[in-house]
């Protein structure tokens, strides 16, 4: 099992920055995938961003630019540094991990079902 704890949430200003971390622990296995999702109230849980553990990433166009995911694989620690944040960025922001998911073409890699595991979010808000 696989345990997840995200933090680094809050309320920034439009144009701010903010970064998330989600600290794993468990039974990780060697290599597997790590994923920031986000959802507004009355919306569908959206990806956001995705790395696998040899750091290969994968972004929503909707951050590209604007969002970095990154990992220490020393402290099993992903982030997720986001700059430039719009007031639609509001959202509960939520860390995933699954073995395969992010290897997955895009139609899967954003399927929330395809993710095995999943933290209890952490608020960003945009005003």
């Known amino acids: 099992h696989v345990q997840l704890v995200e933090s680094g949430g809050g309320s920034v200003q439009a144009g701010g920055s903010l970064r998330l971390s989600c600290l794993a622990s468990g039974s990780l296995p060697s290599n597997y995938c790590m994923g920031w999702f986000r959802q507004a109230p009355g919306n569908e849980r959206d990806g956001v961003a995705t790395i696998h553990k040899d750091g290969t990433t994968s972004y929503a166009d909707s951050v590209k630019g604007r969002f970095t995911i990154s990992q220490d694989d020393a402290k099993n620690t992903v982030y997720l540094q986001m700059n430039n944040l719009l007031p639609e960025d509001t959202a509960m922001y939520y860390c995933?991990?699954?073995?395969?998911?992010?290897?997955?073409?895009?139609?899967?890699?954003?399927?929330?079902?395809?993710?095995?595991?999943w933290g209890q979010g952490t608020q960003v808000t945009v005003s």
């Open positions: 995933a991990a699954d073995r395969f998911a992010c290897l997955q073409g895009p139609g899967s890699r954003w399927d929330r079902s395809q993710w095995n595991y």
